[in-house]
Nanobody, 123 residues
Framework: VQLQASGGGLVQAGGSLRLSCAAS????????MGWFRQAPGKEREFVAA????????YYADSVKGRFTISRDDAKNMVYLQMHSLKPEDTAVYYC?????????????????WGQGTQVTVSS
């Protein structure tokens, strides 16, 4: 599976962005898809994940109610809709893919990673 993230940019606090992740591979729909982020000087952290076929979604407490993850298996796409953005959301955002059964919130369990897209939220 190859992943390509896009959609990052500069936005004011309170604004919105939608990140997209394009995936290649015939077995895309069977993978857990996740979004992680890494701010300067900090460790990579879990943001959101969606199970294979979109049956379940998971969020970090810090983004719950503001971010929505979704997937379109027909298009091999995963999205992260972000609303009410805060300066602390500033980070490089990565999409990742993991096989079923992988711990959802642990980055070490994900096998494939996109290149990252920068999100900057100004105050």
């Amino acid at each position: 599976v190859q992943l390509q993230a896009s959609g990052g940019g500069l936005v004011q606090a309170g604004g919105s962005l939608r990140l997209s992740c394009a995936a290649s591979g015939r077995t895309f729909s069977s993978y857990i898809m996740g979004w992680f982020r890494q701010a300067p000087g900090k460790e990579r952290e879990f943001v959101a994940a969606i199970s294979w076929y979109g049956g379940s979604v998971y969020y970090a407490d810090s983004v719950k109610g503001r971010f929505t993850i979704s997937r379109d298996d027909a298009k091999n796409m995963v999205y992260l809709q972000m609303h009410s953005l805060k300066p602390e959301d500033t980070a490089v955002y990565y999409c990742a893919a993991a096989r079923p059964g992988t711990p959802i919130r642990a980055s070490r369990g994900y096998d494939y990673w996109g290149q990252g897209t920068q999100v900057t939220v100004s105050s």
